[in-house]
């Protein structure tokens, strides 16, 4: 689950289902309109800091893409819907789900799925690829996150950093519940390592970033090293504060959340603070031959960015609809919300083209906070001239950090 939430209106959300149950006529009704397969993107746009138009512009262009290949004879019908970034809106984009009987919501984006999802559980329409900014997407039954969280992220650049050498590190978080958790997955990613975990909590409501510069800093010894796992906005100023401070053996690690190519290409020339740092990612670079497909897709559309971690969530969302909707035409059974529910909860895997390893939902974590996370596993990346580059090749599995296991010998 990610550190990066709000909570949620559960008011609203039980308000929404009777709505949504009279709306949807019967909790199966969803499915397929005609000739059409009917699906859903939302994501907010035109409201400030957390618009990602990309996100459905992204889908919209997939949709084209694969009307012109064909779905089993089927046409795929993408309806967007602008989350505006408030409960209200994302309610409004649920009742428009439901009304165009969606046989599912794909790969979208929202800091309100807490209060979301139970309406589109009431319509027993699946949720595949969410952003994963709300714990409701890693717990609700008919949630299947594609991306594996931020206590993922944490635990990776911990045992990334021990790796490059780093005797303490400093993590530098929210001063949040949920930021208080990711100290607990840090600390039982390093503590077989015998390295010294540093809490530095940033408050959100009046955040001192020279301060918390300082402190991740410490003595600025060789082995000392900081890890960023702030929101971007929180991230660029913690990053401004470290670099006035002009570090001379600290190793500055990060999430791939905290610190996207926006803040990368702005941080991370020579000489900045970001220069060669580590940082724990979901997927591969963007500079990866894995998203050459996504690439291809884009082309010269200057409204999807290839590198936003919301587009390739997004992405790697619609591939795997799109292969259990394989399974299901290779199968002779029709494509309906139910059919796909129970595809997705078969246990088959679903390959999403080396951006991730095979995806199977018959394969979670053992977890009571994160029940549906399947994808555990992350990969290195290092930042080199204002780029995100590959550290080391492949994915490394971090499920063991996730359920108090041991580290693989």
Not at 166 to 172: E, F, K, Q, S
Not at 297 to 317: C, E, H
Request: glycine fraction near 12%; charge should be negative; hydrophobic fraction near 40%.
């Amino acid at each position: 689950m990610s550190s990066w939430t709000r909570p949620g209106s559960a008011i609203a959300a039980i308000a929404l289902l009777p709505a949504l149950l009279a709306a949807s006529g019967c909790a199966g009704s969803a499915g397929a309109t005609g000739a059409d397969y009917t699906v859903m993107t939302w994501a907010p746009s035109g409201t400030g800091a957390f618009d990602r138009p990309g996100v459905t512009a992204v889908a919209e262009a997939i949709g084209r893409d694969v009307n012109t290949k064909g779905l089993g004879g089927h046409r795929l019908r993408v309806i967007t819907c602008n989350e505006h970034n408030t409960v209200d809106g994302g309610t409004a984009c649920v009742r428009q789900a439901v009304d165009n009987k969606v046989i599912a919501v794909i790969g979208s984006y929202s800091l309100n799925s807490d209060s979301l999802l139970p309406g589109l559980e009431a319509a027993r329409i699946p949720y595949i690829g969410g952003y994963g900014l709300s714990g409701a997407e890693f717990s609700s039954p008919l949630s299947y996150p594609v991306a594996g969280g931020t206590p993922t992220l944490v635990a990776g650049n911990g045992r990334q950093l021990v790796a490059a050498g780093c005797r303490t590190i400093a993590l530098v978080r929210p001063d949040t519940a949920a930021g208080d958790t990711l100290t607990g997955y840090l600390g039982a990613a390093v503590r077989p390592a015998g390295v010294k975990l540093v809490d530095v909590r940033v408050s959100e409501q009046s955040p001192d970033y020279g301060d918390a510069a300082r402190k991740a800093l410490g003595d600025d010894r060789t082995g000392t090293c900081a890890s960023d796992a702030l929101a971007p906005e929180q991230s660029a100023k913690l990053l401004d504060a470290y670099g006035k401070l002009a570090p001379k053996h600290t190793l500055l690690g990060a999430l791939i959340g905290s610190v996207p190519q926006s803040v990368v290409g702005s941080q991370g020339s020579a000489g900045g603070p970001l220069d060669n740092a580590y940082v724990a990612g979901w997927y591969p670079p963007t500079s990866s031959h894995a998203w050459d497909a996504l690439r291809a897709l884009v082309g010269g559309d200057n409204g999807i960015d290839p590198s936003d971690l919301a587009v390739q969530t997004t992405w790697i969302a619609y591939q795997v609809f799109l292969g259990a909707a394989q399974h299901l035409q290779d199968a002779g059974t029709p494509l309906t919300a139910k059919s796909l529910r129970d595809q997705l909860d078969s246990g088959d895997t679903l390959n999403t083209g080396g951006v991730t390893p095979p995806l199977s939902w018959g394969d979670m974590l053992p977890s009571p906070d994160s029940p549906r996370l399947t994808n555990t596993w992350i990969t290195y990346q290092q930042v080199k001239a204002g780029q995100l580059t590959q550290q080391q090749s492949g994915f490394l599995d971090m499920r063991w950090v996730l359920t108090g296991g041991k580290p693989p010998q």
